[in-house]
């Protein structure tokens, strides 16, 4: 962690962060990962909330998200949908959760503690606002070798009962972050048959 910084956006780092998501969604559709224009309009609309770590000049990981409000007797939700124009114009300074539109770390620097690092950002971020906690939708990415005996949502739930180890939802869990549901059609992506877990972390102290 020694070389690395981490700060916010800023617009010069778009094509960077865009080049990234790519990297760390190899698997997903394009069209629904963050784009060059879609990370400039973040950095307009609420650069506060989205974190870069930095080796040298090379963005190697980054932690987005946009404020709202949520429904939770009505969860279900696409990523595109629940986001917005360039998956940050529904962003709302007064909701009351911080949703996690991305969070991606480059392959080669994976399991140093920057993802961690981006979720810790998260939360000091939404304690300093006083928001009720972090909302996401949760990658199962490592569900292909369980195809044959389970469906996703099937998966989701061994995961989150602590049978199976996934590398993105266990880590998650252990952030903190509880699986509370499973989203369906959530990000186009054949390796996790779209789905996504919906998975909510609670602020110690929210005083809403
Ligand atoms: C999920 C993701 C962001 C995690 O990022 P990361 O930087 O590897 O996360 P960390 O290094 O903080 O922690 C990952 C694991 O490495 C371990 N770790 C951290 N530092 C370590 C070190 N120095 N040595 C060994 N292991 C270490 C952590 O304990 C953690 O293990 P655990 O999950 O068993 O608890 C990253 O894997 C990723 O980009 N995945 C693809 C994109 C994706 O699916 N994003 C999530 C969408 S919901």
């Known amino acids: 962690m020694a070389d690395l910084a981490f700060g916010n956006l800023t617009a010069d780092l778009a094509a960077r962060c865009a080049d990234l998501e790519r990297r760390a969604f190899p698997t997903a559709d394009p069209a629904e ?51 917005g124009e360039h998956q940050c114009g529904n962003h709302d300074p007064d909701g009351d959760w911080y949703y996690g539109t991305d969070i991606a770390v480059d392959p080669e620097y994976r399991r140093r503690g920057i993802g961690r690092h981006l979720y810790d950002l998260r939360k000091d971020l939404v304690r300093r606002l006083d928001k009720r906690g972090i909302i996401a939708g949760g990658h199962p ?22 049978r199976l180890h996934d590398n993105t939802l266990s880590f998650q869990i252990r952030q903190g972050f509880e699986i509370v549901g499973v989203l369906e059609g959530y990000l ?21």
């Open 33 to 83: 990962l963050l784009s060059e224009a879609d990370i400039t309009a973040y950095a307009e609309t609420f650069p506060e909330g989205f974190f870069v770590c930095r080796d040298g000049d090379a963005v190697v990981g980054q932690g987005a998200g946009i404020l709202l409000d949520f429904d939770f007797d009505h969860p279900q939700h696409t990523i595109a949908g629940i986001t």
């Open 141 to 162: 990415d490592g569900y292909e070798p369980h195809r044959d005996r389970m469906s996703v949502p099937e998966y989701i739930a061994e995961v989150a009962a602590g």
């Open 188 to 208: 186009t992506d054949p390796a996790t048959d779209d789905y996504a877990a919906l998975i909510v972390w609670l602020s110690e102290t929210p005083s809403r």
